[in-house]
């Protein structure tokens, strides 16, 4: 389900920067996205938040040994 996209952002700008120059973002700042209601889940480039869930390398048993 998409429930926000940003465009116009050159294609070198930092995925992160976008999430925090974004609508999205000052929702969830303001407590708008708070547990239970919703969680994103994002890869690590993006900050750790209570709505915003960073998986991290090394998370998941097939991650393990995997270097």
Known sequence: MIISAQTGWAGCAHDARVLRKSALFVKGKNGKMTPPHM?????????????????????????????
């Not at 900050?47 to 991290?56: D, E």
């Not at 390398?57 to 270097?67: L, N, V």
């Open 39 to 67: 969680h994103i889940i994002a890869d690590s480039a993006y900050p750790l938040r209570q709505w915003l869930i960073s998986i991290r390398t090394g998370m998941f048993r097939s991650d393990i040994g995997a270097k």
